[in-house]
């Protein structure tokens, strides 16, 4: 990984998950610099900061109602910059949600779990 401040977003709509997997990564790589959204509009809105990836949960809406899904806001981030790398995260074990968001433009889809915050370091260390 590279010396420099890294702006990593991670949009989930659990709080508890959200702050955990903050204060693991950052806890790992003080040059991480997290930015947590509950929904993926919010994340939307701040794509001027130029983030250098977004952990994005596949389901957003479980408590804004309306809040649009992961795959809808995975491809209007992808319309935005085609080459940010989107790490899709989600409960979902069907091959046929996590082949939809390869599809999609994610360069991985990680299962939450008991090596998921492990998993994503690895891949932030690998894509940014």
Known sequence: MKTDIRLIYIVDDEPLL???LCDYLSDLDD????????TGEACLAAMNERPSLI???????SREKDA?????????????NKTLPVVM?????????????????????VI?????????????????
């Open 18 to 20: 959200t702050d955990m």
């Open 31 to 38: 040059r991480l610099l997290i930015r947590p959204f509950a």
């Open 55 to 61: 952990i994005l949960d596949y389901y957003l809406n």
């Open 68 to 80: 649009a899904n992961g795959i809808d806001i995975l491809r209007k981030i992808k319309d935005h």
């Open 89 to 109: 995260l989600s409960s979902q074990k069907n091959y046929g949600t996590a082949a939809r968001t390869i599809q999609y433009g994610a360069v991985h889809y």
């Open 112 to 128: 939450k779990g008991q090596d998921a915050f492990a998993e994503i370091y690895e891949l932030i260390k690998a894509n940014v």
